[in-house]
């Protein structure tokens, strides 16, 4: 008789695991989780997340254009950066950000704003790993001499930026897709930085803007 009691209890606690397992532990309901606790593990850059709302912001937005907004308001701002445009669809939320550097002094060289970035860079990399990184000067350009640093870059010849993703052995976090680094100059003794930040939303973005203007039409 206890013989029996026992293989019942064994029997019903198999039953009870075998039905709870398939509610609680299906693989691929168990990866969908880990992924999403994963991401939900960090911050977004400077305090924002992939898909917040507008009324997230509050009033602290400037609207420049269809879905895009300027605001120099943020939760974690860096001394770095004085802008920050972002792009916020009505239901998709938040999907990517521009932050705008302060403008610096810099030599025809280009000293300041190779150091800055190099500076920036490495931030970057101690956050989101490797890189891959264009420094070049467009084949068939008159600014080559070494005092004609600036001047190509203020021309568009002469590259400087950095990108991080997937493609490129990256470790991204928050939802980001990709994030890129562009040294430009604002004339030829003045540089800056932009930064800019992707969201695995942003194609959802763009065809949720691109809707909403073919209704114009």
């Known amino acids: 008789m206890r013989r029996l009691q026992t293989q019942t209890y064994l ?43 507008l009324s997230a912001f509050k009033n602290d ?22 802008s920050y445009l972002l792009l916020i669809g009505p239901k998709n939320g938040l999907c990517k950000i521009v932050a705008l550097g302060k403008p610096f002094n810099t030599s025809i060289y280009g000293d300041e704003i190779k150091s800055n970035f190099e500076n920036m860079e490495s931030k970057l990399n101690n956050a989101y790993g490797k890189n891959k990184k264009y420094d070049f000067l467009r084949s068939g350009s008159i600014w080559s001499e070494s005092s004609d640093w600036m001047m190509g870059l203020l021309k568009g010849e002469r590259y400087l930026s950095a990108y991080w993703g997937e493609e490129h052995g990256s470790k991204l976090k928050a939802n980001i897709s990709s994030i890129s680094l562009n040294g430009e100059a604002t004339s030829r003794d003045r540089g800056t930085l932009i ?17 909403s203007e073919d209704g114009a039409l």
């Open 11 to 53: 029997l019903t606690t198999l039953f009870f695991i075998f039905i709870m397992g398939n509610f609680l532990f299906s693989a691929p309901e168990l990866a969908s989780v880990a992924l999403a606790e994963e991401r939900n593990k960090y911050v977004g850059p400077f305090g924002l997340t992939m898909g917040m709302k």
């Open 61 to 82: 937005l400037k609207e420049i254009g269809s879905n895009n907004y300027e605001t120099s308001e943020v939760p974690n701002k860096h001394s770095a950066f004085f």
């Open 195 to 211: 930064l800019a930040y992707e969201f695995y939303n942003l194609k959802k973005c763009k065809e949720e803007k691109d809707n």
